[in-house]
Nanobody
Framework: QVQLVESGGGSVQAGGSLRLSCAAS????????VGWFRQAPGKEREFVAG????????DYADSVEGRFTISRDNADNMAYLQMDSLKPEDTAVYYC?????????????????WGQGTQVTVSS
């Protein structure tokens, strides 16, 4: 059974940083693409960042480009989202997701496994 568990969320002031972690169970993690999504109250879930199975290719939403960095450690079955220069509009529940196909598209319907989410709150 595959499980994804996010951690690292919390409350910070604008301009601050947080590092989200995603711990994955399952021996095939190194073959999966990983995406981070977020969902704010009353809004649809949106793509934040993605990384392919090898870590060679990454993709970011325009709203976080240059502020967030996605990475992964296949040896430890971990993925990360470093979030710097946080803004109040980054406030949301952040989800880690895995794509068995190895890619990391912007479409949440392409992902097979999801974590339970971690809350990020940025105050002005």
């Amino acid at each position: 059974q595959v499980q994804l568990v996010e951690s690292g969320g919390g409350s910070v002031q604008a301009g601050g940083s947080l590092r989200l972690s995603c711990a994955a169970s399952g021996r095939d993690f190194s073959a999966w693409g990983v995406g981070w999504f977020r969902q704010a109250p009353g809004k649809e879930r949106e793509f934040v960042a993605g990384i392919t199975w090898s870590g060679r290719f990454t993709d970011y939403a325009d709203s976080v480009e240059g502020r967030f960095t996605i990475s992964r450690d296949n040896a430890d079955n971990m993925a990360y989202l470093q979030m710097d220069s946080l803004k109040p509009e980054d406030t949301a529940v952040y989800y880690c997701a895995a794509d068995k196909g190895g890619w990391a598209t912007t479409r949440h319907t392409e992902y097979h496994y999801w974590g339970q989410g971690t809350q990020v709150t940025v105050s002005s």
